[in-house]
């Protein structure tokens, strides 16, 4: 299943992605759940929820009040989660693109909750950097309690998948050897559209991932690629850092962004630039950066 956050009006609504369009859950009449007030969090803690929305979905079928185009906009797909773990040299063209070594364990940074963006919201270019990068990522939603988790036993702690932007200041991430300076600017971590569940995904390990600037392709990989698997990342996160349902994870971007390419053949994302970054079972994230 497919969840959406949708800002209508002057709220936050969480929202279920049909083939017609989006469904608010607060318009569907669910058996079982008629006084239970639906969230993220509360599907996570029940996950036999998501059968009995699907059963209401499949009953009302036309009669679904969807949102109109226009009259909502989409906000963070991971809501505001109390970590956002993002990975560093993950895919193994892309570290040799930055002419580095394979790292031997992940390689750890976050970012905070000011980071976090919709789907076609707006990103803003900071007045203090002149060298702003793409970085396509697969992103993890945690949804049981992790801590010390066996790595084939980690997957059973996800609750679902989603699209990530790990919008990067070059210059000044690499002002100092911390790079969280010009990781966590205002709106450096947009993603969406959707929060898809995992069952829809089954194997995080074979998906297609491609970033677009403009059209042009230029990142096209597949997450087989991945240096740590999604199993191993959150099993060695886990020995260290308690995973709580809600919290993020991103998990690294593959070979094809700016700072790979030649010096002299950089070209930096600039106002109007529109960036895509689309995985296979999970849709298209699209931003318009901006001055």
Not at 250 to 270: C, D, F, H, Q, Y
Request: glycine share 8%.
């Amino acid at each position: 299943m497919r969840f959406a956050f949708v800002r209508v009006k002057n709220h936050t609504e969480l929202a279920v992605a049909t083939g017609e369009g989006l469904v608010p859950l607060n318009t569907i009449t669910i058996k079982g759940l008629e006084n239970v007030r639906l969230t993220i969090s509360s599907l996570m803690k029940n996950p036999y929820y998501i059968d009995l929305i699907d059963d209401a979905l499949c009953e009302v079928n036309g009669e679904l009040e969807y949102l109109r185009e226009g009259e909502y906009k989409f906000d963070s797909a991971v809501g505001k989660p109390e970590k956002i773990i993002c990975l560093g040299h993950n895919y193994k063209e892309h570290v040799g693109e930055l002419k580095k070594k394979l790292p031997e364990n992940p390689i750890l940074f976050s970012k905070f909750n000011n980071s976090l963006a919709g789907h076609e919201e707006e990103i803003p270019l900071p007045e203090n950097s002149s060298q702003i990068d793409y970085e396509g990522e697969l992103g993890i939603v945690i949804g049981k309690a992790a801590y010390n988790v066996s790595e084939d036993k980690a997957l059973d702690h996800v609750f679902g998948y989603f699209i990530a932007n790990d919008v990067s200041a070059r210059d000044l991430q690499f002002r100092t050897e911390q790079w969280l300076l010009g990781k966590t600017c205002e709106k450096f971590f947009p993603n969406g559209p959707f929060l898809v569940t995992s069952d829809e995904v089954r194997d995080p390990q074979n998906l297609s991932i491609k970033t677009r600037v403009n059209g042009e392709v230029r990142q096209n990989s597949n997450t087989s690629r991945m240096i740590f698997s999604c199993s191993r990342i959150i099993s060695y996160i886990s020995k260290y850092i308690p995973l709580k349902p809600g919290d993020v994870i991103s998990t690294g971007t593959p070979e094809g962004v700016i700072v790979g390419m030649p010096a002299e053949k950089r070209k930096w994302l600039k106002n109007g630039d529109i960036v895509e970054v689309e995985i296979e079972k999970l849709g298209t994230l699209r931003n318009r950066f901006v001055s």
